[in-house]
């Protein structure tokens, strides 16, 4: 049976080494393990393989505290000590960087680590099983690993457990959003819209589970609203926005006030600058920019979303701001028709970034470029893009939002030359 050293990390689940010269990925895998393996599956370039055992375990792992763990595929990262998940994490992404844009930088200071590695998810989202099982898919399947509370969630799943198990038949997923202690909203996603025998046993978990105090169905564009599902998110210390659960906030709300700031540093919104906020959602940097004095021009495509962000600006009396829903299509023609040059633009896409995006932005010459990303592959391509141009990235901020998982948010900000 094949041995194999784990030398290193992708962005994704899976340690690397090789066997007689070929790459070989390992999900499960630790730095400086030492696995007997198996070969599952042979791909262009590299095999993928699963531990048959571990023969010498790497400095840095660790047994999972997760019960569920090596089978639920929710904690990809989580057999590995957190001060190597950041060590791991940050040396992706300045390798990514300087393969894709040739820069330079020091891994040991672009990462700010999480305050906790444990119950930091606002929001948590489930899979719907036969009689109303909840839980993960087990990592490379469609299998479900049942389970009853969640290490990394800040969230009750009484609540959702009690909703599924009424409406099993009818539910793909359930999302627990969190306020706080005292109050969270679920989102059912359901395989068709909903009507009175759902919303019926909605209300009943809503009487039954007082801290649930709102749940919206969902089922591809239509919404159905059962109780109060509107939730209150502090952006920044003493600002809070206002929007309904199910559309998009970040997970780890002390990070994300990390963020705010940090893009607020990187764009520099002042009383005389105009900015363009894309995928703007409820507001998230456009109403800090607009507290600071900015003319804020929103954009998002979820129609919710930029009325979320208008009555937020309006609750908190910005005026200097105006809130737009287009598609990401329509993104792209709106930016080469624009007329007046903005100060800075601020875009935090999809993790399938922005191509589209890059050449209309350019065009415009904003003085500041300010780019939020969970997807470091396609961030750097998209930034090469940009830096083709009278374009060069002078900051670069990276944050442990998801510990536990391979994943990363990165701010980055690109000046005009």
């Known amino acids: 049976m094949p041995q194999l050293e784990i030398t290193g990390m992708t962005f994704g689940p899976y ?5 007689d010269g070929k790459s070989v990925m390992v999900p499960n895998a630790a730095p400086g393990d030492l696995l007997e393996v198996s070969i599952e599956s ?38 590995i000590s957190y001060a190597e998940q950041l060590r791991r994490k940050a040396e992706i992404v ?21 305050p906790s590695e444990f119950a930091y998810r606002s929001r948590v989202r489930l899979k719907v099983g036969r009689g109303g099982a909840l839980g ?12 009853d509370h969640c290490l990394v969630a800040d969230c009750d799943l009484r609540g959702a457990a009690h909703l599924a198990s009424l409406l099993s038949r009818d539910l793909s997923e359930i999302e627990v959003v969190r306020e706080s202690e005292r109050r969270q909203v679920l989102v059912g996603y359901l395989k068709r819209p909903a009507g009175p025998a759902q919303i019926q046993r909605a209300q009943r978990v809503l009487e039954a589970a007082k801290s649930t105090t709102g749940i919206v169905f969902r089922a591809g564009d239509r919404r159905e ?19 309904d659960a199910d559309l998009f906030s970040q997970v780890n709300r002390p990070q994300n006030q990390k963020l705010v700031a940090t893009a607020m540093e990187m764009a520099a919104p002042t009383a005389s600058s105009a900015m363009i906020d894309l995928f703007c959602g409820a507001g998230n940097f456009s109403i800090p920019a607009a507290r600071r004095g900015a003319r804020v021009t929103g954009v998002d495509s979820q129609a919710a979303a930029v009325v979320a962000a208008a009555r937020n600006a309006q609750r908190l009396g910005l005026a200097g701001t105006q809130f737009v829903a287009m598609s990401a299509r329509e993104l792209a023609a709106f930016l080469h028709r624009a007329h007046s040059r903005p100060d800075s633009i601020i875009l935090d ?11 209309p932005i350019a065009r415009l010459r904003p ?6 990303s969970c997807d470091v592959t396609t961030l750097a391509r998209d930034l090469r893009m940009l830096c083709a141009g009278d374009y060069r990235i002078d900051r670069v901020r990276a944050f442990d939002f998801f510990p536990n998982t391979h994943h990363i948010e990165i701010a980055t900000s690109a000046v005009l030359t």
């Open 15 to 19: 340690g690397v080494g090789r066997i």
């Open 42 to 79: 042979e791909r262009r370039g590299y095999s993928i393989a699963r531990i048959d055992r571990v023969v010498t375990p790497g400095a840095a792992r660790r047994p999972p505290p997760c019960e569920f763990l090596p089978r639920c595929g929710g904690c990809d990262w989580q057999q």
């Open 94 to 114: 300045a390798r990514e960087f300087n393969r894709t844009l040739g820069l330079e930088l020091d891994p040991a200071i672009i990462l700010e680590p999480a």
């Open 136 to 147: 993960f898919h087990e990592l490379g399947t469609n299998q479900l690993v049942e389970i």
């Open 225 to 243: 609203l059962v109780g109060d599902a509107e939730i209150e998110i502090e952006v920044e210390p003493g600002v809070a926005l206002r929007s």
């Open 349 to 359: 896409p999809p993790r399938t970034g922005a191509a589209e995006l890059m050449e």
């Open 367 to 372: 003085a500041r470029v300010v780019y939020v």
